[in-house]
């Protein structure tokens, strides 16, 4: 059964819809990551699960049990739950009472209090600053007391709304490892908001895409980030080789597709079960081409010779935009861009499977 579940979820600030039809559910020890862009809706779908905003229609359920819009069982839920927001909010207080307000707010006895605090300042790498204000900590160790002083009160559902948005790599890193641990430890059930993708892949059971108030896929990273269900999806992960075309034949579910458009006879084949004459988008992720200074034996099914139109290097990998009569992005590594000596020009064989291509439905045309 589902810790949380969220049916028919519409809702309204004034008359602009910032919800539709919203439905999801997350298991009990399940990390679930909501991605999507600024203004999604991310932010108040999390402010409606915590209970703090009410919804225009539709139910939330704890436990398989429907809470109530108000009254003593729904603040009693929401006491099983925490959110902690984008910026970290600390009082003017030690850390160490910053992290046991909660628990005196609860009426626990000092002792335990104390040994509950220290356990979770340990927990968190804070040990030692029990006496240091809050307000003077940096960035990261700020949101480490916002995640103790909510990880204290045992929480069965954590709600994080872009937990490292503010933060840089290192402390960033120190997080997502928090994170992750109190999902390995306790069990909790998390509901991360959060822009960053990698994040989501890197950390997520399951990830929801979030877009204009709809949660229009859901799935693991794999089903979001290489089969997205449409091509808002497709933009929105990164799919930058988004190529319309047609089905032109379908043998034991390898279709050809006649991705040419203007230019005749360029087609390639990939894994799909859309008959001929369907309007679809091929798509393949950069990562997934191959560049060969020659035509190699593969056992892939597109092979084609291409020009390099343009090179260029984030970090460790190289971004080569190549055409063929029609233009795709590789993504490879520096170290391959140098050793092929890649630049504008250059003539390359471009090679990539059937598997690797998504193929997505298409509105015909008007």
């Known amino acids: 059964m589902s810790l949380i579940e969220v049916t028919g979820l519409n809702h309204k600030y004034g008359e602009r819809a910032i919800l539709e039809n919203v439905n999801l559910s997350v298991d009990r020890g ?32 704890f436990a398989g049990k429907c ?8 603040l009693e839920i929401r006491r099983r739950m925490s959110f902690i927001h984008q910026k970290p909010q ?31 300042l340990d927990m968190v790498g804070l040990t030692g600053y029990q006496s240091r204000n809050a307000r003077t900590l940096s960035g990261g160790e700020a949101q480490r007391v916002a995640l103790a002083r909510s990880l204290v009160l045992e929480p069965e559902v954590l709600l994080l709304d872009e937990p490292t948005a503010n933060l840089d790599p290192v402390s960033t890193a120190n997080i997502e490892q928090l994170i992750s641990h109190v999902v390995r430890q306790r069990s909790t059930s998390v509901i991360m908001a959060t822009h960053d993708m990698s ?25 979001i980030f290489r089969s997205p269900s449409n091509e808002k999806v497709a933009k929105f992960v990164g799919m930058e ?17 006649d991705i040419g458009g203007n230019h005749d006879g360029i087609q390639i084949q990939a894994v799909s079960s859309y ?26 099914r597109n092979s084609f010779q291409a020009r390099v139109i ?10 080569v935009e190549i055409d063929w009569g029609v233009r795709l992005v590789a993504l ?23 598997t690797g291509v998504h193929i997505m439905k298409r509105e015909a045309s008007q």
């Open 67 to 74: 809470i109530p819009r108000s009254g003593k069982e729904r």
């Open 275 to 300: 008959p001929a004459g369907k309007d679809v988008y091929a798509c393949i992720r950069p990562e997934d081409i191959t560049l060969a200074e020659s035509s190699v034996q593969s056992s892939a």
């Open 90 to 120: 600390v009082f003017n207080l030690s850390v160490y009472d910053n992290v046991a307000c909660g628990l005196s707010w609860r009426g626990e006895e000092k002792n335990r209090i104390s040994e509950k605090v220290d356990r979770i």
């Open 241 to 257: 080789n988004i190529i319309e075309g047609v089905v032109t034949a379908n043998n034991e579910g390898i279709a050809t597709v």
């Open 30 to 61: 399940e990390l679930f990551a909501l991605i999507g862009p600024t203004g999604a809706g991310k932010t108040t779908l999390l402010r409606i699960i915590d209970l703090l905003e009410v919804p225009g229609a539709g139910e939330i359920y």
């Open 332 to 354: 490879v590594t520096r170290i391959s861009a140098e050793e092929l000596n890649l630049q504008v020009g250059t003539e390359v064989y471009a090679t990539f499977k059937a």
């Open 310 to 319: 343009r090179v260029s290097s984030f970090g460790p990998l190289s971004r």
């Open 199 to 223: 994040q989501g892949q890197q950390l997520a059971d399951r990830i929801g895409v979030l877009l204009d108030g709809k949660l229009v896929q859901t799935g693991n990273a794999a089903e």
